[in-house]
Structure formats: C-alpha cells, structure tokens
C-alpha cells in the first residue's frame, strides 16, 4: 500500500461496512493531536477533572495514539445514535420533581459491549479485504481523546458544551474507534506543518457542501448551552469544570456531592443532558433504531421513592447489563437522596428517607439527614 496517498477504495469499503454493522455514520482520522494534547494539558492543570486522577496517570498515551496501541497510524471512527425513540419526555420529566432523571444514554443496554462487538465485527470483515492487520477497538475503555479523533474523522465539530455536534445529526451518538497500523491516509507534507490529509479534508475537498461538520464549528454565537447548565459547569466556550457538573457528580464522583451544588442537581440521579437539550442542532438528531437502547425497567418515568427502595440485590438484577451498574449501589442511593432532598415536601418523600436515615453507609446517611433538613426548614443551597 502506498503511504503517501490516501486508499480512497478501502475507505469507502470500510465505510459501507460500518453502515452495514448499523453504525450511522464512519470516518478516517490520522494520529496527529498536537493541538488537543495542549488544550488536555490546560484542562488537567486547572484541576477541571476532579477525583478523575486516571486522567493524569495516562499522560501522553490519551493524546498519542501510538503510544497506547504501538504502530497506530490511523484510526478508523464511528457513531452511533443512541437517543430512544420512546422514551418518556425528557423536559416532561424534568419538570416533574417526583420522577427521577437518568440521562438518555443510560436508558437501555450498556452501549459498550454493544459497540465493540460490532466494531470487532468490521475489523474482522476489513482483514478479509485488506489482510491481517494491528489494531485494537476502543469505546470509551482507555485513554482516547475520541472527540478529538471523531472530529479530525469529519463525523462533527466539537461544541461549546464539549460534546460532539453534527450539522445535520446533533449530538445523542455514542463514539467507538480502531486504532490501525493500515496506513489508510496518506500525508501531503509533514506534521510540523499540519498538512495531513484528513478524512475530513478529503471528504470537503470532493463536496463542501456534504454536510459533514468542520473542525471549525457551526455554534456561531449562540450559548444555549452555557446558559442552560444547572451548576454553572462549562465556565468558558468549549471548557467544561468535571467538578461542577451533574454527570461527573453523580456518576465519577465517588465521595460526598458538595452541598452548594445539591440542589442545582434537581431530580437528575444519572448524568445530565441539559446542554443537549437545549442544543439547536438535536432538533435534527434522529432516534435509535437499535432496540437494545429503548428504556428498561421503566427507568424514564420512575418515582424516586420506587427507586430509593430498591435494595441492593432489586439493584444489581435492574441494572444487568446496563451503564448504571458501575456506580454502585451506594452512590445510587446516594443520589436519589439528593433528588428526595430537591422533591416538593409530601408524607412519602420524607417516610422514604426516614427509611434510610439509619442506612449502613456512612455516605447514604449524610446525604439522607441533608435531604430531611430541606424538608425541615427549607434551607436551599447556592451555587
């Protein structure tokens, strides 16, 4: 194979075959994060990752593809919608204080197995056109800046929420890559001078009007997303503060939630999806059509107090197979406890606290005897 040009034939096979496997969308990208890598370094050393300490252990490898899988050369992206199509309300739910709030993602089954199964899927039917070849599938499981990647890739630009946008797609897709030696870019001059052809390049170059999003950006001047986060979290255009925000504090954080920031929380206990729903570009995103990602166990339209009586063993068979295993049914509590707290005051909410005022963990006791003093006397944090 030639490495200078770009093998524009086995691209376009390898992208009628991720479409084939039911991803929506698949691009190429080189390795080259110069950039990213500085905006990383900034990010780290103003502390916005929080307890998040695997994110400085990684160093470089997160930024240098090659240094995480040896022989990188390319990275193979794709995207995948995950948003269901018959799920309860979102903003409905949202305003309903009573009802608990997962982020969308989490609804359904757990989109990594999913996803890399798939992804080794097109791996394995690429080494029958290509040959064997290195490479490793990624979906959110190692140190990979995919956004980054997914927009040198031509799938979308980075927002100023830091999620991945597409013009014409929004933003409810999950990501998953391939790290390759298949040298399937070619390069036109030299990395110092940034002149790597891009998939994204390559695609404008044949049609600039393609649709593909643009490292660049479409978010013009709009800040719907800055304005709309509860906590305050994305505290400048395109830089987000982990600490301050709901999906890192009630799925990363393993210690108590700061209490100046519990009742911006509201009644989200799983992630938050408000800078996207707000977005102006979702008003074009398009539903799943996988039916692995449509809600389980009523998870979109639960009352609180339902979950907050889940025990331990209730929680483990409900969250089978699914994201929300990970955090543990401590920190599950944990957060419905907030959510109690944040709940208009009524003999249900408080009897489903005093249930677990004497809970074994020290943590759940803490953030029940917070939630009973809203209900007390209505003190009410301030961000």
């Not at 193979?76 to 949202?94: G, K, S, T, W």
């Not at 899927?121 to 290195?134: P, R």
């Not at 390069?187 to 052809?197: A, D, K, P, V």
């Not at 759940?364 to 007390?376: F, G, I, P, S, Y």
Request: proline share 4%; net charge negative.
């Amino acid at each position: 194979m030639n490495s200078t040009v770009a093998n524009t034939p086995l691209i376009a096979e390898i992208k009628d075959l991720a479409l084939q496997l039911g991803f929506q969308d698949c691009g190429i990208s080189h390795v080259n994060l110069e950039k990213d890598e500085k905006h990383l370094q900034q990010w780290l050393g103003d502390g916005f990752h929080g307890d998040m300490d695997y994110m400085e252990r990684h160093g470089t490898k997160r930024s240098r593809p090659a240094e995480l899988e040896t022989g990188t050369v390319s990275v193979i992206c794709v995207r995948m919608d995950y948003f269901p199509e018959h799920a309860a309300n979102a903003e409905q739910i949202l305003h309903e204080p009573t009802l608990a709030y997962v982020s969308r993602y989490a609804l359904g089954r757990d989109y990594h197995k999913l996803m890399r199964k798939r992804l080794q899927q097109l791996a394995n039917q690429l080494a029958l056109k290509a040959g064997e070849f290195g490479h490793r599938v990624f979906v959110d499981s190692a140190p990979v800046l995919e956004k980054a990647l997914a927009r040198n890739a031509g799938l979308g630009w980075i927002g100023k929420h830091s999620n991945l946008l597409h013009q014409s797609h929004g933003s409810w897709f999950f990501l998953g890559e391939i790290y390759t030696d298949l040298p399937l870019l070619g390069t036109m001059g030299t990395l110092g001078n940034e002149s790597i052809e891009t998939d994204a390049t390559v695609a404008t170059a044949a049609n600039p009007s393609a649709g593909k999003g643009s490292s660049n950006g479409h978010c013009g001047t709009c800040t719907a997303c800055i304005d709309a986060c509860p906590t305050q979290a994305i505290v400048a255009p395109y830089r987000v503060d982990a600490r301050r925000c709901i999906s890192y504090l009630t799925i990363e954080l393993r210690s108590s939630i700061p209490e100046h920031l519990r009742k911006a929380m509201g009644n989200r206990i799983y992630g938050c999806d408000d800078c996207q729903l707000v977005c102006p570009f979702n008003k074009f995103s398009d539903n799943t059509s996988e039916a692995d990602f449509e809600p389980r166990h009523e998870l979109d339209s639960t009352k609180l107090e339902s979950l907050f009586a889940w025990s331990e063993a209730t929680f483990l068979d409900k969250t089978a197979g699914s994201a929300i295993r990970r955090i543990g049914y401590e920190c599950w509590l944990r957060n419905i406890a907030v959510a109690l707290g944040n709940a208009p005051s009524n003999f249900s909410v408080i009897a489903a606290l005093e249930a677990r005022r004497d809970d074994p963990s020290a943590l759940v006791r803490e953030h029940v005897a917070w939630a009973l003093q809203q209900h007390t006397d209505g003190v009410s944090g301030t961000l």
